[in-house]
DNA sequence: GTCAAGTGGGAGAGCGCTCTTACCCAAGCC
DNA sequence: GGCTTGGGTAAGAGCGCTCTCCCACTTGAC
């Protein structure tokens, strides 16, 4: 493994000169710029991270933080529900693509309870990692408040629960209530309904807010609303709620995407026609939603930019040397497909 | 941040014997030992890991790497489809949990194209990562014979197309086809069909294999069969096919679960009801089979478990300081829901 | 022509760790 | 009693890199 030191051999030069011209740090006469990058070519060096993170404090690392409540011990799949969630995945595969041209690399850790989270503050803590991306379920997540406290740069998906300065990306989710609101409108429904996500999940609070807002300003003052938690047999159960408070519901507007197929389970079940006689709209566009007939009209989150915006967010964070509070909010979108 | 010196210094011995007592490598004397341990305590040492990388030529990181074929650029997800499959996650997630105890830490790589192959070869040729774990859903991936060349441990997820001696884990797919086989038969089905998957797909080819072998043993010599390419879409096509081949249909075994979902759409779509006028079992347990109703009956691969194994393989070899050629096959199980 | 300012390159000191080597001292042996 | 033996510790040499001096040289102004 060819080193500094063979490279500057090489090129007759010293080792100082042949680290300047690779890492572009200070001016080097062009004539020996072109030598030592023979040299480098020659002997086909390649940095060794180690001994550069040594004397720089710098790894090229950047820890993804999963987190979480603990799973359930359900069947013999011992882990948080997110990571088996596509979404998680593009997430991801959108980080490593934003980091990559930087030279940077994604270090996975999975934090779920107190002594994974430990380890995951101390492992930032002790500079295995510049900074943290960190994706959580649990808005008031008190792995945020560890991480905040090792002074690495850290950025979250999602707005935190409390008001902590911390940097964030999130999705307008009003906006995406208000887009679902109106489509229902434009289709012509005349008694929109709603299943929302669990109201202490302040996302699922704003979609709820934005459609009844929007439907509100349309003279709709009533809607009748149930909420669920965001799994497939809450949403068919809370659609059935639905139907019995609102029977002549013709539009429903549901928190998130496997709620929605849950919905129209029920609705089928109850011989009600999606998109006829109740059109449904989802949130997320998660890949659920084209996998079954109708497909799913649904609202969705730029997921790869956002999880990009982090990335870019970050490794500022990182190259200024320390951490900044700073957030981005994207639009949603809505994506029409069959049910409304 | 403290160092080995202040943890001597406060210990009163030697950097040697402090190095010593925190890897464990030669002996030392037990009151020394004790010393030693409540220095570090004090101190709140915790070794750096860049130093240690340096000298021990070991990094304490092994590569995750996803491959593939590169994505197409539709909509804007620009990812290869692993990625947004339920199964990344659950693999990931278990890489995880296996290396944690060990002080490994997993860095994400995506491989999709000539480009992302080099870097992810040359990343570890030259010593960033211990080993490599590739997920890889392309059974000849050039990569393969790549890493193999870089001398660093790798194993794979499924076997590789060709003989190649490398470590690998695979599910018997074999076996899982006749796992469907007597289960339909056992339901009573008279004329049992196949949606297959690509049959140029190693697993695929298995998974009928089993399947129409365990039906030839109790006499179904003939098995109407056709092939989708895993897709939701050809799912629903290929069922199609299936039902103009072959009209008395009533069992039906598809090549994974995605598929399965399509053709019970194709299904339902004719009139036929799922499972009473025809059963259908599915292959992988993804997620998509209990998000709709008939919930699907389907062939399960210890994915979990798998990738495990995966990272045991993978965290021997690299302490033995060189790569070995094991496999380990895992047996699939039958999770039995509605559809079948 | 002289001197100050500016520019490019070299020397060398570490970064924090491991590991080999050498040393010390107590116990065992003839 | 002098010697070996061997466990236990200290000393110090790097691992490959960056970065701060510092020196040599060029340039421009007076």
Redesign the interface.
Known sequence: ?PTLEDVARVAGVSRATVSRVVNGKRKVAPAVQVTVLEAVAATGY?P????R??VTRR?G?VA?I?SGAEPEPED?????G?????F???V??????SL?PHDV??????ADNDE?RR?VE??LR???ADGALLVTTDADDPLIEQLMATGRPTVLFARPAHPIPVSYVDVANADGGRLAAERLLERGCRHPGVVSGPLGVPAARSRLDGYCDALARRGHAYVPQVEGNFT?ESGEAAMARLLDLAPDVDGVFVGND?MA??AI?TL??RGRAVPDDVAVIGFDDS??G????PTLTTVRQ?V??MAAEMARMLLEQVDAGEPAVTSAIFEPRLVVRESA
Chains 1, 2 share one sequence.
Do not use: C, K, W
Request: net charge positive; charged share 15%; proline share 7%.
């Open positions: 493994m390649v060794n991270r180690a001994a993170s040594l790894t690392t993804v999963v013999d799949l011992y882990l948080p997110i990571l088996a969630d596509p998680f995945g593009r991801v595969g959108s980080f490593v693509r990559r690399h994604p270090v996975l850790m999975v994974t380890q101390s492992y002790f500079g295995n497939f496997v197929q849950g389970q089928r079940a890949s659920v084209t996998l079954s007939r730029p790869e930019e």
